[in-house]
């Protein structure tokens, strides 16, 4: 397995995403051990392609001819390069501390924690406290060739067996998936008993992932995805000014549909609003950014019981009573 990026302990949980039976590796393939399945999988520059074609909107061979998938890794485009250089609209507020809360708490469970990263192609904002923790056994996933990415997979059928995670990271990924019900039953199965998730997803944002972007929730809506789960703690991790500064950017960019133009007022936009995330350092915590953030955290231990919907209407912590 030595030729392969995921540990060996790892390489052993996994299954197949067609069938969930076995896999054995020979040469540059992982077969599937069910008779009935036999499906085949390849490994792509020491990177396993574990998709089940016939439940995701992308198929193997999307990997096989490195197509254009999700995100392009490539640092060919300058006005990517230009990018870089100025002050970005986005804030992650509570993701460093809530990272490092996380990593902590797992520690403290188990010395060895296993954590699967889904859309880990690049590093999530604040995350690196855990990536750069050597007690921890990181696969990091994703639905991209990227400088992270170990294993090529879709959430919505992850291959690796039950009870698999100590813990699951699900940073800026569920807006993107077509079922996030779906997934989140699929992150529930693999974590072990008492597994941590830990979530990020957008609400206030705009359509940021072309074709490949579905969904928002508000607060509430977040917490129902994760009913499953017992909440540790929640709240907003993009604030109110970040909302004011996307809405800002695309209404500006709505005025033409030219590539040249709308790169151009996202430029001034960008350079005329960039100052607005900083209120939300005072902002972050009000009942009112419940209602409008940009976005969402979740952090949360598996369990046996389902949050009803009638104590789901009980958690609202907004400024609209």
Request: aromatic share 12%.
């Amino acid at each position: 397995m030595s030729d392969i990026l995921i540990s060996k302990e790892i390489c052993n949980l996994l299954c197949c995403p067609v069938c969930s039976a076995k896999l054995t590796k020979k040469n540059q393939l992982f077969k599937c051990n069910n008779s009935g399945c036999l499906s085949e999988f390849p490994i792509i520059d020491d990177i396993p392609v574990l998709i089940n074609e016939k439940n995701s909107i992308f198929n193997i061979d999307d990997f096989v001819f490195k197509k254009k998938t999700f995100f392009d890794n490539s640092d060919k485009n300058n006005l990517k390069k230009i990018f870089r250089l100025i002050p970005s609209i986005s804030k992650n507020i509570k993701a460093k501390s809530n990272y490092i809360r996380v990593t902590e708490l797992l520690l403290k469970q188990n010395p060895n924690p296993k954590v699967l990263v889904i859309g880990g192609s690049i590093i999530g904002q604040g995350m690196e406290y855990l990536i750069n923790n050597n007690a921890i056994d990181l696969v990091e996933t994703d639905v991209s060739f990227g400088e992270r990415t170990m294993l090529i997979c879709d959430t919505h059928d992850i291959p690796f067996q039950d009870n698999s995670f100590d813990c699951v990271i699900v940073q800026a990924v569920l807006e993107h998936v077509v079922d996030p019900y779906r997934c989140v039953e699929e992150i529930y199965r693999v974590l072990s008993p008492k597994g941590v998730v830990y979530a990020e997803t957008p609400f206030m944002q705009q359509v940021h992932g072309g074709r490949y972007d579905f969904t928002r929730f508000s607060h509430l809506g977040h917490r129902r995805l994760f009913r499953q789960f017992q909440e540790i703690d929640s709240g907003a991790v993009c604030g109110t000014g970040m909302a004011l500064a996307w809405a800002y950017k695309y209404f500006l960019m709505s005025f033409t549909t030219s590539k040249k133009l709308r790169s151009v007022l996202c430029l001034f936009a960008t350079l005329t609003s960039f100052y607005l995330k900083y209120f939300d350092y005072y902002l972050i915590n009000k009942p009112s950014t419940l209602d409008a953030a940009s976005g969402y955290y979740f952090i949360g231990n598996k369990t046996d019981n389902i949050l009803s919907d009638i104590d789901l209407i009980k958690l609202y912590k907004g400024a609209m009573e």
